[in-house]
DNA sequence: CAGCTAACGAGACGCGGCGTCTCGTGAGCT
DNA sequence: AGCTCACGAGACGCCGCGTCTCGTTAGCTG
């Protein structure tokens, strides 16, 4: 995110940062008022003051324009496992942060809206991917990786955390409770399968 | 599903099966070709050969019918857990199968596209979860509940059970490979986390 | 500073799907 | 045999789509 003036591609022109931002609040806005889809180009337009064309100028799709407004802002933080040496510690705390994050409302919310987004446009799963559960689990897989009491091979390192963080969005996507205390469960399971 | 002529409110008259059938293949074929976002009820009442007012009548809004549609053809089955005496062998059988199902290309659009449909609308949500979740969670917990070898809580074992279920949907929403043999490796994994 | 130029806000355009409605018609109960 | 209500068909106004064409303006270049 934050590329201050140009999109990525072959032609980086000067563009308004103001309506940048107008379009991405805006989207936001709406997104969390009204639906994934219920959410109109036209509807973006008219609240962040801006016209249309200024909106299809920049994003070739919808999904695109969603991805960028919900990952902009840090409803959704990829958030990292520290290291203390204790490993059951670290992916405690790592796992109940997460919690906190997609547990809250407004995260379950965006991250219900990015998964449905997700799941019909490749483009806008690999961003998610890339800002946010590709960083998670590197930072799991790192940790995990780091600590001596486990000797698991990277295969069953990838699957252990893999069902630390499924665990974890599947129940916020089937509407079931998560909380940090459950969370701390799942890992201490997991960590324990792991020979810890 | 299967109910063979009433749709259940206060209200069963005398209904063609011809056409609710036709309507549920119609949307079925539909939405494997076009995916989710590109469906109209236009289209499937022209290929179903019906008025629009017939799909109006018996499904109050679009989401009802994809779920309606998707959860009648039997492309995601709640497998259940067998009984064998080992529970190793069982909770492997269970999520092998599982990860079959939702690893296969039409598994796998059936749940991205149920997933997206759910994320937006409750009701399809708890749909989704009477019709395929719940059984398959339900099903895992009572063979893990029958386990001599296990004594974890109840509420160990629903995150177990969460942790096993997650990380399979996980790995399919997130456009990863989803193998019997990754599957096998998460069970292990998790088990061993149980205390077998 | 002056001039150029492309991005800007605004909005008109045709199109396609929405959800509602109004027709005969015919299937299926009584 | 008669009644009745779901049926297929399609017309209706509406809305948002994505494209286009206007001046206007911000910001680079000389």
Redesign the pocket.
Known sequence: MTEPAAPQDG?P????E???V?ILDATNELLHENGLDN?????VAARA??????I???WP??PALVADALLHRDDLEPLLAPDTGDVVKDMTRWAGALADSIGSPRGAATLRMLTAAATEHPEISRRLHERFSGPLQSSALERLKNADEITATPSQRRHAVDAMIGGMVFKVLAHQKLTRAGAAESVRIVLRGLGV
């Open positions: 032609r022109r000067r563009r308004s103001r309506a940048r107008a959410l109109s180009i036209e509807a003051g801006v016209g249309k064309q200024t299809y100028r920049w799709t919808r």
